[in-house]
């Protein structure tokens, strides 16, 4: 058990809709990243959040977005979800900004029908 | 081109056997090189990192890095059934634009 939580751990959702997913990070941990893993691209870096503000930003749709909040847990956002959504993400954290060593949650998988 | 490549595998060994697994990568900026292990339906958890060039070893793992080649590589030795799951390499910058790019996995399976 990595310390990480996610929440929902599956979501089954329609074309259009807008779901939230939420992640606890280790205690202690300060930044949080969430990833997109899906079978044809692997795991692709979204965004990076560290004690609440944006840090790094990867591949992020502008239908997504994230925030940390000053409990520093953090929220995906993914709005008019399509079909090419579904994935399973994933939450990571770290102590540090740019540590080499990150943390994983469960995950959660979304299918959007 | 993807700036860290993996062979996706399947690699199906027997028990016991020395497991070598592989990533290129092209950006020479980075200088952090991670293995995660992810087992199905769970999150990845960090094996091994190498800073730079060079190996280590930890337990009946090593890892290596070539970056005049700009290529690693991750060795099990005496392979178990445990170790059946794909494995991810993953790269981090350490200066510039903040990069941490991870390969598509290589699946294992190792056969009793």
């Known amino acids: 058990d990595s310390g990480v939580t996610q929440t929902p751990k599956h979501l089954i959702t329609a074309t259009g809709q807008r779901v939230t997913l939420r992640c606890s990070p280790r205690?202690?941990?300060?930044?949080v990243y969430w990833y997109q893993q899906s079978l044809d691209q692997g795991l692709q870096f979204l965004i990076q959040y560290y004690n609440g503000e944006e840090r790094a930003k990867g591949n992020i749709l502008e239908r997504f977005s994230a925030q940390q909040f000053p409990d520093l847990h953090s929220e995906l956002n993914l709005s008019s979800l399509e079909l090419g959504d579904s994935a399973l993400y994933f939450c990571a954290s770290s102590v540090g900004t740019a540590s080499y060593e990150q943390y994983f949650g469960p995950g959660t998988r979304l299918t959007v029908t | 081109q993807k700036e860290v490549e993996q062979d996706p595998g399947p690699l199906s060994v027997p028990e016991g056997a020395i497991v070598s697994l592989n990533c290129t990568y092209s950006?020479?900026?980075?200088?952090?090189f991670m293995w995660y292990r992810q087992y199905s339906r769970k999150g990845p958890e960090l094996l091994m990192y190498?800073?730079?060039?060079g190996n280590k070893e930890d337990g009946r793992f090593t890892a290596q890095v070539d970056k005049s080649s700009k290529y690693i590589s991750l060795f099990i030795r005496d392979s178990q059934p445990s170790d059946s799951a794909t494995y991810l390499c993953a790269m981090k910058t350490t200066s510039g634009t903040y990069k941490y790019i991870f390969g598509t996995g290589t699946r294992l399976k190792v056969l009793a």
């Open positions: 190498t800073y730079s060039s």
């Open positions: 205690s202690g941990d300060l930044s």
């Open positions: 950006n020479s900026a980075f200088q952090y």
